[in-house]
């Protein structure tokens, strides 16, 4: 049988630059390549620079994580100059990293991912009417109305009309793999709109403890937040109350309107549930701590699940991760095959791709600017799914609950979990938990305040002068789209190596010295469908489940660290 060689190139509904390549047959994908197509170079830019400044440098990795590699910088540098902070500083930083997990996911399922499993077009069937009454049945979501229903229609309707669907724009509408009814596609394109508002109101909790939003402001020690609950240059009554309020509407919006969206929608894609599980091994490195020194405290628990074994959770070493650079454009001083841990890791490009971009990657030795991270020799996921099935086998009371109810929605048993349906719900289980938690960290921080406790900062090893002459730390986070870390090592009170190693590095990661598939790849050769190769609607579901945010992994740098391009505004 004759096999269909198909490029998606670039991916769209993503953060950053991505190609796939898949050769199908028979209606099935049989290989695939994963390749980010941009250069990673900004670990370089940080070798001289102030350790109590890289939080900011390595914060501009990307426009959209704009947190995470924020505070793995700081826990990292912390971890080297054996800094601790206030416990008001790690509850605000776990509030800020909190909205930015909920705001995050919720962004993703309504309008990176949502588009793969509902058709926008078929929403002008619906009877409004109908789609209220379906709304209703499963959420007491005030907005829920026919009338509403009808605006939205109306406005898809003049999209359509004038030829030009605007956001909606490209998108395979009437592909034979999309099943939802029209008043489903309606309801879920309304929610879509309404998450565009809901999204811009909660995220302002960044604006108050960190100044702005992207890339809030934080410290090396603490949180740049002074506390004075009568000072209207700080931390005060009425911000504490706006935030009350922002973490109350994002807690409602996830509880009745994205948590029952995506069980409803998933309902009608059950198949979905034995498709595109790939790499059956799942890593989490925790986080939320109580205690940032400690992962045992976190509410997201760390663990490692091997083989798709959910009776027991491995222990996570950070000296077992080496990245490989067989398949990558890099090179490492002593051979393309060796493993090296991010102590010892190089960032030495090397671009030996093909000569012109119509060319397959497909037989390339080297066909990725991603590099390959392994946990003890294996390819492992990242992100909601690896944090949700180590807190399911952890016995973690409020995962075990979320993850029984979309299973019995579902009417599936836990193997479901390994699955591209899998990955979608278990981000809305994640986000449900975290929201709800929101609460809890600020009745907390509340709690403290009005007890007399406004510390946010600890400067105690401020001074270089305290610092040991050489020093290395280790920065974990797990970021919504997977763990994170980022390693730092310290001479003369300067920064003489900095390595990052991103989820998208480990889910995007082309194969290693042994052939190993990464998580994109294996995803998609796992009993899956391409029913159309002109239309690989069913490559963007499985693709889009990881969230990939590729700008972490690679950056628009030459080989010397210069910008490819530049722009000027005259």
């Not at 440098?57 to 054996?82: F, K, M, N, P, W």
Request: neutral net charge; hydrophobic residues 40%; proline residues 6%.
């Amino acid at each position: 049988m004759a096999r269909t060689k198909v490029v998606v190139d670039p991916i769209t509904r993503i953060e950053g630059h991505l190609r796939i390549e898949v050769q199908a047959e028979g209606g099935r994908i049989v290989d695939a390549w994963a390749s980010a197509t941009q250069f990673r170079g900004i670990e370089t830019i940080m070798r001289g620079r102030d350790p109590r400044d890289a939080w900011a440098y390595v914060q501009r990795i990307c426009g959209v994580c704009t947190v995470v590699h924020a505070l793995a910088s700081l826990r990292a540098v912390e971890d080297a100059l054996d800094i601790r902070v206030p416990r008001n500083a790690n509850t605000i930083r776990n509030l800020v990293h909190g909205m930015q997990f909920v705001q995050d996911h919720v962004i993703h399922f309504y309008h990176l991912h949502a588009l793969d499993w509902v058709d926008v077009t078929s929403a002008l069937k619906a009877d409004p009417a109908a789609t209220a009454a379906l709304a209703k049945s499963i959420s007491p979501w005030p907005n829920n109305s026919a009338t509403w229903f009808a605006e939205v229609q109306d406005r898809v309707r003049k999209f359509v009309q004038s030829g030009q669907l605007g956001i909606f724009t490209n998108g395979y509408w009437g592909h034979p793999a999309y099943r939802l009814p029209p008043e489903a596609n309606l309801m879920a394109v309304a929610h879509y709109l309404e998450a565009l508002d809901w999204q811009r109101d909660v995220i302002r909790l960044h604006t108050i403890f960190g100044g702005k939003n992207p890339h809030p402001n934080f410290l090396v020690g603490g949180m740049a937040s002074a506390i004075n609950l009568d000072d209207t240059a700080t931390i005060n009554s009425a911000k504490l109350a706006e935030i009350h309020g922002m973490i109350q509407r994002a807690r409602r919006f996830v509880d009745e309107v994205y948590w029952p969206d995506l069980l409803a929608i998933a309902s009608f894609y059950k198949d979905w549930a034995a498709i595109g599980g790939g790499t059956a091994n799942y890593l989490a490195v925790g986080e939320f701590p109580e205690d940032p020194r400690d992962p045992g405290t976190c509410l997201l628990p760390r663990g490692i699940i091997l083989n798709n074994d959910l009776n027991t959770v491995h222990p996570y070493d950070h000296e077992k991760v080496k990245e490989y650079v067989t398949s990558s454009w890099y090179e490492y001083a002593g051979g393309d095959d060796v493993g090296l841990h991010p102590w010892e890791g190089e960032t030495r490009a090397k671009y030996t791709g093909p000569p012109a971009p119509w060319t397959y990657l497909q037989g390339e030795k080297k066909y990725s600017w991603m590099k390959a991270p392994r946990y003890d020799g294996k390819a492992m996921q990242v992100g909601p799914l690896a944090r949700m099935l180590v807190a399911y086998a952890s016995n973690q009371e409020a995962a075990q609950a979320l993850v029984g109810e979309a299973l019995g929605r579902l009417k599936a048993p836990p193997t479901a979990l390994f699955s591209t349906l899998g990955r979608t719900a278990a981000r809305g289980i994640e986000t449900v938990i975290v929201a709800r938690q929101l609460g809890v960290w600020y009745d907390q921080l509340v709690g403290r305040i009005k007890a007399g406790d406004v510390a946010t900062f600890n400067g105690e090893r401020w001074d270089p002068a305290t610092w040991p002459k050489k020093a290395r730390g280790y920065g974990w986070v797990d970021a919504p789209r997977g763990s994170l870390g980022h390693w730092v090592e310290i001479e003369d009170g300067k920064i003489s190596r900095y390595q990052c190693v991103v989820p998208t590095t480990w889910n995007c990661s082309p194969r290693d010295a042994e052939g190993q598939m990464g998580p994109y790849e294996a995803a998609l050769v796992d009993n899956h469908p391409l029913a159309d190769p002109a239309r690989p609607l069913e490559i963007l579901r499985t693709i889009h489940s990881f969230d990939p945010c590729i700008a972490c992994g690679v950056h628009v740098l030459d080989a010397q660290g210069r910008p490819v391009v530049e722009v000027k505004v005259q």
